[in-house]
């Protein structure tokens, strides 16, 4: 299957500061890609879709001005977390969709996450 | 939006077979994703069923109805490496996205 990664795997900041997470799409071209959160024992939870050379849309309650989303090229998507604070400690999973073999089908890969901790 | 409901908990023994069922309801399909999540890591794609039926990719089977907003994920010869959490997550309001909900956790013993 397709192969997402994601950079850094794990990130401890202090509140206030800003921190970059990179997904990259290493052995296909991904015009969108999602980015999502999971808190403890919690369910995958959206936050947006990125679309490449436009605007991110934000699902509901998520802050565009706190969460920015760039995604420059087909294979790289970048999301900062700014002004981070504890409440944002959470593991930060980006994935992409790619159609399948079949007609209509897809197939949604992943990143590993990265597990950001805000002291 | 979709209202998911999966079983929260199973457990199942080594070799055995077990099928985790899901009922959904959405507003608009765009087939059904079935993952699997091991604790502390992003979630695997096992699934994607958009037409009724059965789909079998080695031990992992998907099957969906449409009709009855109905899925289950069966797994054949049970391994200790299967014990995860198993998420249900249908599309919906017209959208191809993915959405989820808490899944099932499954623990698998010897």
């Known amino acids: 299957g397709a192969v997402v990664s994601q950079h850094p795997s794990w990130v401890i900041c202090k509140s206030g500061t800003s921190v970059k997470i990179e997904c990259r799409s290493l052995?296909?071209?991904?015009?969108?890609m999602f980015w999502y959160r999971q808190f403890p024992k919690q369910s995958l939870m959206l936050m947006a879709t990125s679309n490449e050379g436009s605007k991110a849309t934000y699902e509901q309650g998520v802050e565009k001005d706190k969460f920015l989303i760039n995604h420059a090229s087909l294979t790289l998507s970048t999301l900062t977390v700014t002004s981070a604070h504890p409440e944002d400690s959470s593991f930060y999973i980006c994935?992409?969709?790619?159609?399948?073999?079949?007609?209509?089908?897809?197939?949604?890969?992943f990143g590993p996450g990265t597990r950001l901790t805000v002291t | 939006g979709q209202n998911i409901d999966q079983p929260t908990e199973m457990t199942a023994t080594e070799g055995a077979i077990v099928q985790i069922n899901c009922t959904y309801q959405?507003?608009?399909?765009?087939?059904l994703f079935w993952y699997q999540q091991h604790a502390g890591e992003a979630p695997t794609f096992l699934s994607y069923?958009?037409?009724?039926g059965l789909e079998e990719k080695g031990r992992f089977s998907s099957f969906l109805s449409r009709s009855k907003g109905y899925s289950y994920l069966l797994l054949k010869e049970l391994q200790m490496k299967d014990s995860a959490s198993y998420l249900c997550a249908p599309p919906g309001g017209g959208s191809y996205i993915p959405t989820f909900g808490r899944g099932t956790s499954l623990i698998v013993h010897p």
């Open positions: 994935s992409a969709l790619v159609l399948g073999d079949r007609s209509q089908s897809y197939e949604q890969y």
């Open positions: 069923n958009v037409l009724d």
């Open positions: 959405t507003s608009g399909f765009n087939g």
């Open positions: 052995d296909f071209q991904a015009t969108t």
